[in-house]
């Protein structure tokens, strides 16, 4: 079991990541390698500002492919949701859609302004809550009825803020570890995972903390597959 959920985010073939190689070039000659300008984008026709130092829910695509699976059938109206790592609060915004509330998170100061920038663009500031910190920390013992993680899933050292929304060393620990704690009975997760990354030690720890794993949904490029994965905490961990 364990095998095929790594083998899901295992690194594509030799050919396709040259492919993702000559794709990043054209990124640049169209000048979208340009992550720290400002740049107005639109997400499934909704206003998101990004700005300097904050992760790009269109560019690289993972934000984009995560919006595009919140619906009324995974947030029911009076749910409470959590988006761990909320970048330009893009989650936080299609979750607030049907949820009664979301709690949005994140380590970089930007992209807080970011996202309280963007809750208000999209006319949900009075749903969205958005606040600073190191995953769990700001939440005090809060739980919550859905989270969503589009986690640093590179195995690495940050250099900087903007950095952190791909790397890390030990995110994948922290976030397994107080997850189950920070869930609601019936509570559930979704943490997006590719290829281009070190995803296989998120899952590794998931099934160290005894989660259920199950795909939620799945997307292939050409260069690059992304994964939704769905996890349950073990019987009695949100008693």
Not at 133 to 142: I, K, R, S, V, Y
Request: charged share 25%.
């Amino acid at each position: 079991m364990i095998a095929d959920q790594v083998g899901r985010v295992a690194r594509l073939p030799l050919t396709a990541r040259l492919l993702g190689k000559a794709m990043a070039f054209g990124y640049r000659l169209a000048g979208k390698h340009r992550y720290d300008d400002f740049r107005f984008e639109r997400v499934h026709g909704a206003p998101f500002l990004v700005t300097p130092s904050v992760f790009n829910p269109k560019l690289p695509r993972t934000g984009e492919f995560f919006a595009a699976q919140i619906d009324s059938r995974l947030v029911h109206r009076d749910a409470v949701v959590l988006d761990m790592g909320t970048g330009s609060g893009v989650c936080a915004v299609f979750a607030a859609r049907y949820a009664q509330r979301v709690v949005a998170v994140d380590i970089n100061p930007a992209a807080v302004r970011c996202a309280v920038i963007n809750a208000l663009l999209n006319d949900l500031e009075h749903k969205i809550d958005v606040r600073h910190g190191d995953l769990f920390a700001p939440l005090h013992g809060e739980r919550f009825d859905l989270v969503l993680f589009n986690p640093p899933f590179v195995r690495e050292a940050p250099r900087d803020h903007r950095d952190q929304a791909w790397r890390s060393t030990d995110v994948a620990e922290r976030f397994a570890a107080g997850l189950a704690a920070h869930l609601k009975p019936g509570g559930a997760a979704l943490v997006l995972l590719s290829t281009f990354g070190d995803g296989g030690v998120f899952l590794r720890e998931f099934h160290r903390q005894g989660f259920e794993i199950a795909v939620h949904a799945e997307r292939r490029f050409v260069n690059e597959r992304l994964t939704l994965f769905r996890l349950v905490p073990p019987a009695g961990s949100a008693a």
